[in-house]
């Protein structure tokens, strides 16, 4: 059975968190990996990427702030967040996307809540 284990690292320095996620019950090829939000009443948008290569990309509301990695043997990506602001309020959501042979296919996590006070 496919699971897919979201992890909160809890508060590190002041303003800082980290995330992880792992995939298990699978051994087909890890595509690309990402972390989402989706704050109250908000749409879901992306907050990093992470390609098979390695690329990566942010968008401007978290580059410099987040770093995305992997470990693609342990099936796991990170987020690194720093500098949070009250803005970065959402629920943080896994994705990974493996490739079965035929298809892409898409795996979501639960989320994670992530609170920032002013």
């Known amino acids: 059975q496919v699971e897919l284990v979201e992890s909160d690292g809890g508060v590190q320095a002041e303003g800082s968190r980290n995330l992880s996620c792992a995939l298990s019950g699978t051994s087909h090829s890890i595509q690309n990996m990402a972390w989402y939000r989706q704050a109250a009443g908000q749409r879901r948008e992306l907050v990093a990427i992470?390609?098979?290569?390695?690329?990566?990309y942010y968008p401007d509301s978290t580059k410099g702030r987040f770093t995305i990695s992997r470990d693609s043997e342990k099936y796991t990506v990170y987020l690194q967040m720093n500098s949070l602001r009250p803005e970065d309020t959402a629920v943080y959501i896994c994705n990974i996307v493996i490739f079965d042979g035929s298809q892409h296919v898409n795996y979501w996590g639960r989320g994670i809540q992530v609170s920032v006070s002013s």
């Open positions: 992470i390609t098979t290569g390695g690329s990566t």
